[in-house]
T-cell receptor
């Protein structure tokens, strides 16, 4: 069984559209994350959720909003997409809210904004 | 920023050789982790080393940590074509999110 899954794997859309990426983990972890990986492979955290509460929010435009219906899911909604949003987005999870544990990553969603 | 910086950016070796990658960071850390990313895939955790540890082994992997130099190295022994991937270090200070470096691209030629 896949530990952390994301859908869709590829997403191609036009500027100005609104899109969502879904993430689910079946590991029973308390904390989930969203990362953005740019074209140079630089990986940067966007959000993390611990027991349905947002615990960090890096300098991410408010067009991005995480939504967690339950502990196993953390979806990413993006409004008014821009060209610069093109990247690979990764969901991840870890056992606790501290960062001293390994994180389990999903396969990624490649978003292309045209 | 305590962003890790991997060195070299790219490394190409023959199968069976050892591969060494280095990571440097700027501020005090609690832990340092190494991850592998195969092309088009998510990151996979390899090993975590705590700030009070100096060396750790896992199979063909050996990680060292020198907190006085703020650096770590990842050694892959007897490399295989399947080791071809990007390798990232990531650091944390306990209550701060993981900060990843830009990665080393390793190519193992059969």
């Amino acid at each position: 069984d896949t530990a952390v899954s994301q859908t869709p794997k590829y997403l191609v859309t036009q500027m100005g559209n609104d899109k969502s990426i879904k993430c689910e983990q079946n590991l029973g972890h308390d904390t989930m994350y969203w990362y953005k990986q740019d074209s140079k492979k630089f990986l940067k955290i966007m959000f993390s959720y611990n027991n349905k509460e947002l615990i960090i929010n890096e300098t991410v435009p408010n067009r991005f909003s995480p939504k967690s219906p339950d502990k196993a899911h953390l979806n990413l909604h993006i409004n008014s997409l821009e060209l610069g949003d093109s990247a690979v987005y990764f969901c991840a999870s870890s056992p606790t809210g501290t960062y001293s544990y390994e994180q389990y990553f999903g396969p990624g969603t490649r978003l292309t904004v045209t | 920023s305590q962003q890790g910086e991997e060195d070299p950016q790219a490394l190409s070796i023959q199968e069976g050789e050892n591969a060494t990658m280095n990571c440097s960071y700027k501020t005090s850390i609690n832990n340092l982790q190494w991850y592998r990313q195969n092309s088009g895939r998510g990151l996979v955790h390899l090993i975590l080393i705590r700030s009070n540890e100096r060396e750790k082994h896992s199979g063909r992997l050996r990680v060292t940590l020198d907190t006085s130099k703020k650096s770590s190295s990842l050694l892959i022994t007897a490399s295989r074509a399947a080791d071809t991937a990007s390798y990232f270090c990531a650091t944390d200070s306990g209550n701060t999110p993981l900060v990843f470096g830009k990665g080393t691209r390793l190519s193992v030629i059969a």
